[in-house]
Each structure stands twice: as structure tokens, then as C-alpha cells.
Nanobody
């Protein structure tokens, strides 16, 4: 069983920044592959960024150069630093981990980019 708790969402103006955090349970966190997904109203959930246990990262094309995923294995936390935010980044952001074929999700945190 893996528990994921996100935090850090909120309302920000276009061009602003936010940092999301996802605190995870589990003794093997350091080898977990973790992901950040987002889902906007009426749209499918999409992978925004992922990071492996070896710190290899991947990003959705539309966020490359603006978002950075990172992890702190001591704190068992994965972060998503979001810069130069755009209105189209508005969505509920979810932390994800897959273990033994089971998807674990956090409760989600709302990000709204609006002036």
C-alpha cells in the first residue's frame, strides 16, 4: 500500500510560479518511479512529468523548459516546480505511483492560472 498526499496548489497569475509537493509512504520510495498528472475539466488525465529511481526525467512537450520534477528520498517527497505558468496549465494535479500493476493516486491539488 502506498499513500500519496499532494500540496502546493493555488491561484496564480499568468507568468507566475508554483511548487507542488507529493509526500509518499513506503520504505522503498528511493526506487519508485513517480509521476505528476493533470486533468482539466472535460479533458483526459495526462502525464505532465515523471522521474525514475535513477532520476531520469521525462516531460509533456508543452511544459518542457517551464516545469521541473525532482525528488528528495530522505523526505520521501517528489516536487513539481512550475514556472511561467499559463492559463492552459490550469487543472487538478495528481501524484502517481505504480506498484505491482496497481495505480496509486493522491487526492489531487487544484492549480488555477488566471489574472
Amino acid at each position: 500500500q502506498v499513500q500519496l498526499v499532494e500540496s502546493g496548489g493555488g491561484l496564480v497569475q499568468p507568468g507566475g510560479s508554483l511548487r507542488l509537493s507529493c509526500a509518499a509512504s513506503g520504505s522503498m520510495f528511493s526506487i519508485y518511479t513517480m509521476g505528476w498528472y493533470r486533468q482539466a475539466p472535460g479533458k483526459q488525465r495526462e502525464l505532465v512529468a515523471g522521474i525514475t529511481g535513477g532520476d531520469r526525467t521525462n516531460y509533456l512537450d508543452s511544459v518542457k523548459g517551464r516545469f521541473t520534477i525532482s525528488r528528495d528520498n530522505v523526505k520521501k517527497t517528489v516536487y513539481l516546480q512550475m514556472n511561467s505558468l499559463k492559463p492552459e496549465d490550469s487543472a487538478v494535479y495528481y501524484c502517481n505511483h505504480v506498484k505491482a500493476g496497481v495505480n496509486y493516486w493522491g487526492q489531487g491539488t487544484q492549480v488555477t492560472v488566471s489574472s
